[in-house]
């Protein structure tokens, strides 16, 4: 069964910094990419980053930008996003998301690609 979980969201105040962790699990597929969501309230959800396993290569939203950055512990199937310099518009309940056997990964993918998806995680900044 394939199941992926976030951790390691929380309540901080803007310019602090948060590292949320996305392990995934039950899959065989060498190729994959995971991908950072987050909706907040009355918003729709929006991609914040993604990662591809065949090359590494990352991707961001221009709203996070030079302040977040996504890494992977490939040895663990676990991808981590490091959000700095956080700010009160960063709150909203973000997402973990897997796309199994892709190879080629040439921008944010869009949420209906994705296969498997995490329970969310809340980040909620205060000023």
């Known amino acids: 069964e394939v199941q992926v979980v976030e951790s390691g969201g929380g309540k901080v105040q803007a310019g602090g910094s948060l590292r949320l962790s996305c392990a995934a699990s039950g899959f065989t597929f060498d190729d994959y990419a995971i991908g950072w969501f987050r909706q907040a309230p009355g918003k729709e959800r929006e991609g914040v980053s993604c990662?591809?396993?065949?090359?590494?290569?990352?991707y961001y939203a221009d709203s996070v930008k030079g302040r977040f950055t996504i890494s992977s512990d490939d040895a663990k199937n676990t991808v981590y996003l490091q959000m700095n310099s956080l700010k009160p518009e960063d709150t909203a309940v973000y997402y973990c998301?897997?796309?199994?056997?892709?190879?080629?990964?040439?921008?944010?993918?869009?949420?209906?690609?994705?296969?498997?998806w995490g329970q969310g995680t809340q980040v909620t900044v205060s000023s």
């Open positions: 998301a897997l796309l199994l056997d892709v190879r080629v990964v040439a921008g944010l993918v869009p949420d209906y690609e994705y296969d498997y």
């Open positions: 990662i591809s396993s065949s090359d590494g290569s990352t």
